[in-house]
């Protein structure tokens, strides 16, 4: 029987096995899909949007997570560390601005 080693892709992901900038940039690069699957979601099926932003927001603490646990063991310059730590913590922020002015908009 063969055993999954945690560096396959998902968990490997989740767990902060693969590099800092496979994690990085593949966040980045689901963000622009997502970005772009929302525009055409807005524009020519408008009822799927609610299910888009459920899959934003688990796309997006899952890439938090994978960010930060990435960043932790990268064993090269410190200001790449810090810098993915930083965008971890200033997405998260503007996600949650995001909702709090959502929330508010409808009031």
Same mark, same amino acid.
């Given at each position: 029987m063969r055993?999954?080693?945690p560096s396959r892709l998902l968990p490997g992901y989740l767990f902060g096995s693969?590099?800092? %900038?496979? =994690?990085?940039?593949g966040g980045v690069g689901g963000f622009a899909v997502w970005l772009a699957a929302m525009y055409i979601a807005a524009t020519m099926v408008p009822?799927?949007?609610?299910?888009?932003?459920? $899959?934003f927001f688990v796309f997006m603490f899952a890439w938090w997570a994978a960010t930060w646990k990435s960043a932790d063991r990268y064993?090269?310059? =410190?200001?790449?560390q810090r810098s993915a730590k930083t965008a971890v913590v200033v997405t998260a922020l503007l996600v949650a601005s995001l909702v709090l $002015? %959502?929330?508010?908009? %409808?009031r």
């Open positions: 055993t999954q080693s693969h590099s800092l %900038g496979t =994690v990085f940039w009822f799927l949007k609610a299910m888009l932003w459920v $899959y064993a090269g310059p =410190v200001v790449w $002015y %959502g929330g508010l908009v %409808g």
